[in-house]
């Protein structure tokens, strides 16, 4: 497989997140824009159940807007409430606390029309690792992150934080699983970085995401490794031009692929090679599986 990993204990993951989605109102999932598929988690409707939920696609700073907007209206067909963030400026966080406030209007007029008398509406970010969600919360929280649990004598524990009129969102994530029998997925998921490197095969991740950043754009590639046209014809050609471009060179005028492989990840990742969505809406959502041991 491309990933090897054993995330383990998954029945076990899926009962603790249940146990903390009981607690909330409405449930904020967040998704990574450049893999709006390919981030979420296998077994989320299970887990979220019957509850309001929002999807947010994170890090749209990262992905192409054309494509955000693509997923964007795709979730809305699905009957999804969804929105796009960037949460490490804070775009678009005010309109989700706005966007939660209208998802949980429903909620509120139940309790009023049952003479309840009503408290906040609590809230929950869900999402795999890396997706933005403590960064979120951080930025959401802003202020009033200042939490008695920090203070020396007290114990570390979760917290509600007030983030609108009527709007508690739970200080601890709920951390959810990555998609890692699709191949796909998990291929995309070390692309941005939402696995840890030593645990998938750079060579087959490496093979893929220049193949993506080649369709996508060419002349990304030819310009920022000054290679010729004709150099992105073959694959397997490709590779070499870009370390000897960048002088990856062992013994013997040989090329480092590895370095060369890792060059090209880091400037994804920089976006050097631009804002390229991964997951195509219009992909196949196929599982791509192989053989995976839990
Ligand atoms: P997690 O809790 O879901 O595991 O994710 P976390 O908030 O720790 O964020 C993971 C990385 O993603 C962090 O980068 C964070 O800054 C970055 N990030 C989160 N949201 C956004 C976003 O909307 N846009 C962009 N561009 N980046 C985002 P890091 O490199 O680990 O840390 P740092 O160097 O940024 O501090």
Same mark, same amino acid.
């Given at each position: 497989?491309?990933?090897?990993?054993?995330?383990?204990?998954?029945?076990?993951?899926?009962?603790?997140i249940?146990?903390?989605?009981k607690?909330v109102?409405?449930v904020?999932?967040?998704?990574?824009?450049?893999i709006?598929?390919?981030?979420a988690?296998p077994?989320?409707?299970?887990v979220?159940?019957e509850?309001?939920h929002?999807?947010v696609?994170?890090?749209?700073?990262?992905?192409?807007?054309k494509?955000?907007?693509?997923?964007t209206?795709?979730?809305?067909?699905?009957?999804?409430?969804?929105?796009?963030?960037?949460?490490?400026?804070?775009?678009?966080?005010?309109?989700?606390? /706005?966007?939660?406030?209208?998802?949980s209007?429903?909620?509120?007029?139940?309790w009023?029309k049952?003479g309840?008398?009503?408290?906040?509406?609590?809230?929950?970010?869900?999402?795999?690792p890396?997706?933005?969600?403590?960064?979120?919360?951080?930025?959401?929280?802003?202020?009033?992150?200042?939490?008695?649990?920090?203070?020396?004598?007290?114990?570390?524990?979760?917290?509600?934080?007030?983030?609108?009129?009527?709007?508690?969102?739970?200080?601890?994530?709920?951390?959810?699983?990555?998609?890692?029998?699709?191949q796909?997925?998990?291929?995309?998921?070390?692309m941005?970085?939402?696995?840890?490197?030593?645990?998938?095969?750079?060579?087959?991740?490496?093979?893929q995401?220049?193949?993506?950043?080649?369709?996508?754009?060419?002349n990304?590639?030819?310009?920022?490794y000054?290679?010729?046209?004709?150099?992105?014809?073959?694959?397997?050609?490709?590779l070499?031009?870009?370390?000897?471009?960048?002088?990856?060179?062992?013994?013997?005028?040989?090329?480092?692929?590895?370095?060369?492989?890792?060059?090209?990840l880091?400037?994804?990742?920089n976006? /050097?090679?631009?804002n390229?969505?991964?997951?195509?809406?219009?992909?196949?959502?196929?599982?791509?599986?192989?053989?995976i041991?839990?």
């Open positions: 497989p491309v990933v090897h990993w054993f995330p383990g204990h998954m029945a076990k993951a899926t009962r603790m249940k146990e903390y989605v607690k109102d409405v904020i999932e967040l998704l990574d824009a450049r709006p598929r390919s981030s988690n077994v989320i409707s299970e979220v159940g509850k309001p929002i999807i696609l994170n890090k749209a700073d990262l992905a192409d807007p494509e955000t907007k693509a997923w209206e795709y979730f809305t067909t699905q009957g999804m409430t969804v929105l796009a963030i960037d949460s490490k400026s804070g775009k678009g966080n005010k309109q989700l606390v /706005k966007a939660v406030e209208r998802l209007q429903p909620i509120i007029d139940k009023l049952k309840i008398r009503s408290r906040s509406v609590r809230t929950i970010i869900l999402g795999i890396n997706v933005g969600k403590s960064t979120l919360i951080n930025k959401l929280a802003g202020a009033a992150a200042t939490r008695t649990a920090d203070k020396p004598g007290h114990t570390r524990g979760q917290q509600w934080v007030k983030i609108g009129k009527n709007l508690e969102l739970l200080d601890t994530p709920g951390v959810l699983w990555p998609k890692l029998e699709d796909r997925a998990a291929a995309r998921l070390a941005t970085g939402a696995i840890s490197d030593d645990v998938y095969d750079l060579e087959s991740v490496m093979k995401l220049l193949r993506q950043v080649k369709e996508n754009n060419p990304l590639l030819v310009e920022r000054k290679l010729k046209p004709e150099e992105l014809d073959d694959m397997e050609q490709l070499e031009s870009i370390g000897r471009r960048r002088g990856c060179l062992v013994s013997g005028g040989v090329v480092d692929l590895d370095k060369a492989r890792r060059i090209v880091a400037d994804y990742r976006q /050097k090679l631009g390229l969505t991964l997951d195509g809406v219009d992909e196949e959502p196929v599982i791509i599986e192989d053989t041991e839990y």
